[in-house]
């Protein structure tokens, strides 16, 4: 039986050629119920592509790239946010391309950048690579005309507002903060310190604030603690980098305090990312989702479209935390 072609597709569905191709390889201006109608009959009718000489036809490669800087690769967050671009990357027909720092050549379609750290080498030869790039994440000052073609980021200032005004409500007055020592960036870091630092100002508080690298052993972490804790007398600690809250509830019970969403007049903890191992969820821990995966999905769709048709000026939006997922856990009974 002669393998099914686009042409026994178009025929079959009444659509022309150039519908049905690009309903099958995401591009275009097909509409989501039509893509929907191609899809389930190529899958009927036993359709396979042929992805190199469809990429040969529109010089393609039929893969997107992602770089996430070494600095914090390490965090779950990024794990997720990668799986996130991955299911939106194969939902168009696509592969996804994991760059690292000694990457020199970019044989992709596109790319997202994510976090990107200042005078980092890897993300200059990208933007200069002549491929549309989306930033997850905001970045620092960087050297025109090498620019995004998008920027996808979460307001982290809003997120520790979010947070602060809720420790705020179950009577913290004296909260601390431990945040990423980088100089470099992610951006990030710096947003929270400094709405951290800017929130107390506004409320009369003095603000308290640790820094710590991006993995730091467990002396470097009890001992931060231990100066919020004591030296400071904090009634409430914030963490920025996620897994540090979840890493820490155990040295803080050793410091005499007990954290818990619950009561009236306990100690506090919140993440402003939380893990969602170790601290979504938490009785605990007053953690944020961040919805990682769902803002990996959103940067790959922000690629997809920018790919297929380049906007005139460089698009911004922004990625919306799950904060009420914070609240649901505050609500939960502890197990």
Known sequence: MPAVTIIDLARELGLSKTTVSDALI?????????????????QSMGYVSNRAARSLRRRTTGAFG?????????????????????????????????????SEHFQVDGAIVIDALDDDPVVDRMLR?????????????????????????IDHRAVVDFVLEHLKSTGTRRPGYV????????HWAADSKSSFEE????????????????DPNEDELFAALKKLTGEYAVDAIVFGPQGLAGR???????LGKTPDVHSEHGFRVASLAGDPVSELGSSQIFAVDLAPRSFGHEAMDFLVEVSTAPPSEPLHRFHAANLHRAVDASDAQPS
């Open 129 to 153: 690579a002549a491929i549309p790039i989306v930033f997850a994440g905001r970045s620092g000052p960087l050297p025109l005309p090498a620019q995004p073609v998008g920027t996808i980021e």
């Open 66 to 102: 992602l770089y996430i800087p070494s600095e914090v690769r390490g965090l779950s967050f990024y794990m997720h946010f990668a799986f996130g671009a991955a299911d939106a990357a194969a939902s168009v027909g696509r592969d996804l391309t994991l760059h690292t720092r000694t």
């Open 26 to 42: 995401g591009s275009g201006r097909v509409s989501e119920a039509t893509r929907q109608r191609v899809m389930t009959a190529a």
């Open 179 to 186: 945040g990423l020592e980088s100089l470099r960036g992610p």
């Open 199 to 214: 929130w107390c100002l506004r409320e009369g508080i003095e603000p308290h604030m640790l820094l710590l690298p991006a």
């Open 248 to 254: 820490a509830l155990p040295m803080l019970h050793s």
